[in-house]
C-alpha cells in the first residue's frame, strides 16, 4: 500500500499523460504548475519536484528531438536536458490559458510518461554535514506531505511512505564509511536522526555528489 502511494504522489502518470502513439508526446501543463506552486509556496533551500520523460517500460529517458509549451494565441521552445528533464516556468498565466507541452522523442518507438521526482538542487559536496542532510531530508518530508494534500497528509497520514532518511548518488564510488551510512557502488543511503541537526560534522569524500532523493523505507 505505501509504495502504491508513493508512486501516486511522487508521480509515474502514464495514466494522466497523453501519448500519441509513436509520434508526439503532448500533457497538460496545469498538473506541472500545481506541483511547482507548492514548491513556491513553501521554504525549500534544497528540495524540489523536477519532471521527467520516460520510457514507460524501461523508465529510462525518453531522449527529446525537439519541444514546445503552446496555448491557443501563443508558443514558445520547451526547454530541456539531455536526461529528458523538462526545465518549464512557474506561470499563472501559462495554467489559465491552458496550455499543453508537446515533445518529440529522438526515438518515435518509444511510449513516454511523465515521472514526478522530489529531488535536491544545488546541493554539492560542500553541503555533505549531518546538519545540511538533517535541513533537506525534513525538506523531503515537508514537500512530499505538501504535494500529498490536507486530505492524505492529515487524514490518512498512516497511508504515506516513511522516509528513512536520504539517498546520495555519487560519480563514482565515494568509499564512505561511517555509522548510519550504507553505500551500493555510487548510491550511498544515510539514516537520518535528530541528534544530526544540529551537528556539523562532514562527510568526506572525493567524488561529487550526482543527486539526492528521499530514501523511503519499503
Not at 508526446?25 to 506541483?35: A, K, L, N, P, T
Not at 517500460?57 to 536526461?83: D, F, H, M, R, W
Not at 504515506?160 to 555519487?170: D, Y
Not at 550504507?182 to 537520518?192: G, L, N, P, Y
Amino acid at each position: 500500500m505505501k509504495n502504491r502511494m508513493l508512486a501516486l504522489l511522487l508521480g509515474l502518470a502514464g495514466a494522466a499523460s497523453s501519448v500519441q502513439a509513436q509520434e508526439e508526446f503532448v500533457v497538460s501543463y496545469d498538473g506541472f504548475y500545481d506541483r511547482l506552486k507548492v514548491v513556491e509556496k513553501g521554504e525549500f533551500e534544497f528540495a524540489r519536484v523536477n519532471f521527467y520523460l520516460v520510457d514507460i517500460a524501461s523508465l529510462a529517458p525518453c531522449q527529446i528531438q525537439s519541444g514546445k509549451i503552446v496555448t491557443e494565441n501563443t508558443e514558445q521552445p520547451l526547454n530541456y536536458t539531455q536526461q529528458a528533464q523538462l526545465l518549464l516556468p512557474f506561470s499563472e498565466k501559462l495554467d489559465k490559458d491552458k496550455a499543453v507541452i508537446v515533445a518529440q522523442p529522438k526515438n518515435p518507438q518509444h511510449d513516454c510518461q511523465i515521472k514526478f521526482q522530489i529531488e535536491s538542487a544545488y546541493f554539492t559536496n560542500t553541503h555533505l554535514t549531518k546538519q545540511r542532510l538533517y535541513q533537506l531530508h525534513h525538506e523531503f518530508d515537508e514537500l512530499l506531505s505538501d504535494l500529498s494534500g490536507f486530505f492524505v497528509s492529515k487524514l490518512m497520514g498512516f497511508l504515506l511512505p516513511q522516509q528513512k532518511g536520504v539517498k546520495v548518488t555519487f560519480a563514482s564510488e565515494p568509499n564512505l564509511s561511517a555509522p548510519g551510512v550504507s553505500c551500493d557502488k555510487q548510491v550511498c543511503q544515510f539514516v537520518v536522526t535528530d541528534d544530526w541537526e544540529n551537528d556539523t560534522a562532514r562527510f568526506n569524500t572525493l567524488s561529487e555528489v550526482v543527486s539526492v532523493t528521499p530514501w523511503i523505507e519499503k
